[in-house]
């Protein structure tokens, strides 16, 4: 895993604030950064159960019921977007004054191209691939093609079918397992829409 991909300590935060105004997290009891104890640092939260659907054509269900879980995770996904951080003690310093200065596309560009180049084994990398990653990387850094931040809300950052749950004891009532936060635009929010690509609508029933 690529140094810093995943604070533990930062989901446990941001699932605990969420929990308490209401937003549909499992509740978290507590964070031990220890990594003697089991290797790592983590969390324990409570178990919900419920569903996890990683088919997202939803074979099993009937149309009538995919279309209800695809509108949920609309829903969700506002409910989340709507949630007013501003005066909240830990989801308003999610990004650091010097990091919201920068627009969030570009420091994602910036990331992603480190990560791209720490995960590359030497010796293995096929020339006309890196030639064009690295052509990419830096369109992608150009001014023109950064979207102006106008505003900024809490978004998930990898919101798909198969990092939410169906609960069963409320009805529409969602689960995320990994909450990668960020206050950035709406409209940067990663959404795996390639999941459902090739899914036609009129026989899976759609939203």
Request: aromatic share 10%; with cysteine.
């Amino acid at each position: 895993m690529i140094h810093g991909a995943h604070q533990v300590d930062r989901e446990y935060r941001v699932t605990k604030e969420l929990h308490q105004l209401g937003y549909p997290v499992p509740r978290p009891f507590i964070y031990c950064g220890d990594v003697n104890v089991i290797g790592s640092e983590f969390y324990v939260c409570e178990y919900v159960e419920g569903r996890v659907f990683n088919d997202t054509t939803l074979s099993s269900l009937t149309p009538a019921q995919r279309s209800q879980v695809y509108a949920s995770l609309v829903e969700a996904l506002a409910q989340l977007h709507a949630v007013r951080f501003e005066k909240n003690p830990v989801l308003s310093k999610l990004t650091s004054a010097r990091k919201a200065r920068t627009p969030y596309i570009k420091r994602q560009v910036k990331t992603w191209s480190m990560i791209y180049r720490q995960s590359m084994v030497k010796g293995q990398n096929d020339c006309k691939t890196q030639a064009a990653m690295d052509a990419l990387m830096r369109l992608l850094s150009r001014p023109e093609f950064l979207p102006r931040q106008e505003r900024i809300c809490l978004v998930h950052g990898d919101f798909k079918l198969d990092q939410v749950q169906r609960a069963r004891r409320r009805e529409g009532y969602r689960v995320f397992y990994e909450m990668k936060t960020h206050l950035v635009h709406p409209q940067t929010a990663r959404v795996e829409h390639g999941q459902f690509v090739g899914v036609q609508c009129a026989s899976s029933g759609s939203i």
